[in-house]
């Protein structure tokens, strides 16, 4: 019974390159919810989607970053021409249509140099 | 913008001591969650309280959601070094996407 899984684990990309973050949500799991955290702060809501919609997207900056959650395989956050503000933590989280507890994955940290 | 402040930020006590962490807010949400994180890993859920007044308890753990539904605590009796985390609140609202609290970083020492 796998939970969330997020992979890589750890990202480093210079600046200008493209980060692609995958998450795949627990099974059964309809709902996924991108976060980001930067160190010693709270997590901040990006972009909430189910299968090949965008729910809400009012978390997300406007330019360089986009998600997607296919109808096969898993979620993909997308950040094009990284910059070093864009270091952090990106959590992803996934739950039941109705069900108020989410299942957060380990995350992957991105580190741009 | 819906904001959750959490106090205090940061508790250092020792093994045996009780604490309590506090999660304020001027918005009403439908429910209220309580997480803990370790270093370098994800937010565990350990509860879920949704209706005003709500107490539920989790062993030595004892959260409250406020009657208004904009604040709840969260008491620990007795401390133990394994408390030791990043304690964060939530609020869901309509839309369903979490607003988290700037967290509560506790250490327990033995």
């Known amino acids: 019974n796998a939970g969330v899984m997020q992979n890589p684990r750890h990202l480093v990309r210079r600046r200008g390159q493209e980060a692609r973050l995958r998450c795949s949500p627990m099974k059964g799991h309809s709902h996924v919810y991108w976060y980001r955290q930067l160190p010693e702060e709270g997590l901040k809501f990006m972009v909430y989607l189910q299968k090949e919609n965008i729910i809400d997207e009012s978390g997300m900056p406007k330019e360089r970053f986009s998600a997607e959650f296919p109808k096969e395989g898993p979620s993909i956050l997308r950040i094009q021409q990284v910059v070093r503000g864009d270091s952090a933590a990106y959590f992803c989280?996934?739950?039941?249509?109705?069900?108020?507890?989410?299942?957060f994955g380990s995350g992957t940290r991105l580190t741009v140099v | 913008t819906q904001l959750l402040e959490q106090s205090p930020q940061f508790l250092s006590i020792q093994e045996g001591e009780n604490l309590t962490v506090y999660c304020n807010s001027s918005s009403v949400f439908s429910s209220l969650q309580w997480y803990r994180q370790e270093p370098g890993e994800g937010p565990v859920l350990l509860v879920t309280v949704v209706t005003g007044g709500e107490v539920k308890k989790l062993k030595r753990l004892t959260f409250q959601f406020g009657d208004a539904r904009k604040d709840s605590s969260l008491h620990i009796t007795a401390a133990q070094p394994g408390d030791t985390g990043l304690y964060l609140c939530a609020g869901e609202s309509g839309r369903r996407a979490l607003t988290f609290g700037s967290g509560t970083r506790l250490q327990v020492q033995p």
């Open positions: 989280a996934s739950s039941i249509q109705g069900d108020y507890g989410y299942t």
